[in-house]
């Protein structure tokens, strides 16, 4: 029973066009939800998060969208970079469930110059 | 140290051996959480420890694993008679008690042979 799932295991961008990965779960009980971005041989690292509390959370480049009745979150990179060519996992937790995440399997993303 | 650091970097062993793998958090972060990461899958929770409370057990997939944490700080994952399907990459992280995303490791990547 996968609670997070990203249902592209890829996508590929032109630079400078928007990346957008899509995130669906399926717990209500999430109140959490991070993205993270990981290049391979090394570990996962923090992108952005956002509260349910909230719809939008902005940091630079990067924008997490939440639309809690529709279980669906997104991260979009505007304009996108080679060097964000990734693999991004979006993940969520709730607070009564030791805070642990829960992940997607990921979107492999690819900019392309 | 800066960072969590997770040695070794790559293990090979035996099908039936046990392998012990061990995570070093950030300083001062009390939390620690294992996952591991098997080909073409998302991050699977194994075990989170929070302070001097009773560890969260309820990732662990076979009473062949088991881990603890020496004195709050190292931690030690162990795999008994391992299977080939424990091959995975496995990731430590931690994160502070105050909240804020976990920060991992660059993992351990396990092959059973």
């Known amino acids: 029973d996968q609670q997070v799932k990203q249902n592209s295991p890829s996508l590929s961008v032109q630079e400078g066009r928007i990346s957008i990965l899509n995130c669906d779960y399926t717990?209500?009980?999430?109140?959490?939800f991070l993205w993270y971005k990981k290049y391979p041989a090394e570990g996962p690292t923090f992108l952005i998060s956002i509260s349910s509390i909230k719809d939008k959370n902005e940091d630079g480049r990067f924008t997490v969208f939440l639309n809690k009745s529709a279980k669906h979150l997104s991260l979009h990179i505007v304009p996108s970079q080679p060097g964000d060519s990734a693999v991004y996992f979006c993940a969520a937790s709730y607070q009564g469930g030791s805070e642990k995440l829960v992940f997607g399997k990921g979107t492999k993303l690819t900019v392309n110059p | 140290g800066a960072g969590v650091s997770q040695s070794p970097s790559n293990k090979v062993t035996e099908k039936g051996k046990d392998v012990e793998l061990r995570c070093d958090p950030i300083s001062g972060h009390t939390a620690l959480y294992w996952y591991r990461q098997s080909l073409g899958q998302g991050l699977e929770f194994l075990i989170y420890?929070?302070?001097?409370?009773?560890?969260?057990k309820s990732g662990l997939p076979s009473d062949r694993f088991s881990a603890e944490r020496t004195g709050g700080s190292v931690s030690t994952l162990t795999i008994q008679r391992t299977q080939q399907e424990d091959s995975a990459v496995y990731l430590c992280?931690?994160?502070?008690?105050?909240?804020?995303?976990?920060?991992f490791g660059s993992g351990t990547r396990l092959t059973v042979v």
């Open positions: 420890f929070q302070g001097n409370s009773a560890p969260d």
């Open positions: 717990n209500s009980m999430f109140d959490y």
């Open positions: 992280a931690s994160r502070h008690r105050a909240g804020g995303g976990y920060t």
